[in-house]
C-alpha cells in the first residue's frame, strides 16, 4: 500500500516545476516503460499490477494505481525515470525545430514522427510544452527514448547556424516544387499564431503545403500533420 507521502511525491511530477526540481518524470503504461528500460534512461521507481522483473518494483492494487496515474483510465504500471543530461547539439543532417508548440499531444506525435523518420535532434524553443510533461511521454510511446531534444533560444540558435533555415508558412513556396536539401533545419510554429516575427527573420526558405480542395476552405493543417507531410518530403 502507498503512503500519502509516496503518493504526493509521485502525483507532483504532473508538474513542471516538480519535475525540473527533482529531475524525474513519469512513464505509463507496459509498452511504453519497457521502451524506457530498454534504453539508456535509468529507472527510479516502478510501481505496478503485474510484475517487470525488475530491481525497485513495487506491486501494488489497482485502486493504488488509480491513485497516483494520470490516465483517466490508469494502465498496469506507472514508473519513474531519471531526466538525462543535456547534450550539446550537433548542427549537421536535418533538424526539427518547434516554435511555442504547446499541446501535449501534438509534441508527442511529433517525437514520434522524428524517430519515424530519422531525425536526431529536435530542437524547442523555452515556450514549447515540456516533453517530460505525462501526457506527451505517453503520446511518444517510447520515441521519446530515441530523438535529441534540446531546449533554447531558438532565435540565437538559428542566427548563429550555419544550415538553411526553411520554415512552414501558408504563403510559403509549394513544397513538392522545392528542391530540399540533405542538410537544414526545418520549423514549425505555434498551433494558433504559426511561426513569430522574432523566428521568421531567420527562416531562409518559406515553405507551405498546397490545398487540393475545390473550395479552398480549409484554414489550416494541424501542425503535427504538417510535419509528417513535410518530413516525408525532404527524405523523399
Request: charge should be positive; aromatic fraction near 8%.
Amino acid at each position: 500500500m502507498l503512503s500519502k507521502n509516496q503518493i504526493k511525491n509521485i502525483t507532483r511530477l504532473k508538474q513542471k516545476k516538480y519535475r525540473q526540481q527533482e529531475g524525474l518524470f513519469i512513464a505509463e503504461g507496459g509498452k511504453v516503460i519497457k521502451e524506457f528500460l530498454n534504453s539508456t534512461f535509468k529507472l527510479v521507481d516502478l510501481f505496478t499490477t503485474e510484475t517487470f522483473n525488475v530491481e525497485n518494483e513495487s506491486i501494488i492494487s489497482e485502486a493504488d494505481l488509480k491513485k497516483i496515474s494520470c490516465l483517466t483510465t490508469p494502465n498496469t504500471a506507472l514508473a519513474i525515470f531519471k531526466m538525462p543530461d543535456a547534450k550539446a547539439l550537433k548542427n549537421e543532417g536535418l533538424i526539427l525545430a518547434l516554435d511555442d508548440i504547446r499541446d501535449p499531444g501534438n509534441l508527442g506525435t511529433i517525437i514520434r514522427l522524428c524517430d519515424w523518420f530519422g531525425i536526431k535532434q529536435l530542437v524547442c524553443s523555452h515556450k514549447t510544452v515540456d516533453c517530460y510533461n505525462p501526457k506527451v511521454v505517453q503520446a511518444t510511446m517510447g520515441s521519446l527514448t530515441r530523438v535529441k531534444i534540446v531546449y533554447t533560444d531558438l532565435s540565437a540558435y538559428l542566427k548563429a547556424i550555419n544550415l538553411p533555415v526553411f520554415g512552414a508558412f501558408m504563403e510559403g513556396k509549394n513544397v513538392y516544387q522545392t528542391n530540399l536539401p540533405k542538410a537544414g533545419i526545418l520549423v514549425l510554429g505555434n498551433e494558433a499564431n504559426g511561426i513569430s516575427s522574432i523566428i521568421e527573420a531567420s527562416v531562409t526558405d518559406k515553405i507551405s503545403i498546397p490545398r487540393f480542395g475545390d473550395l479552398q476552405a480549409t484554414e489550416s493543417l494541424n501542425v503535427a500533420t504538417a510535419g509528417a507531410i513535410l518530413l516525408s518530403e525532404f527524405r523523399r
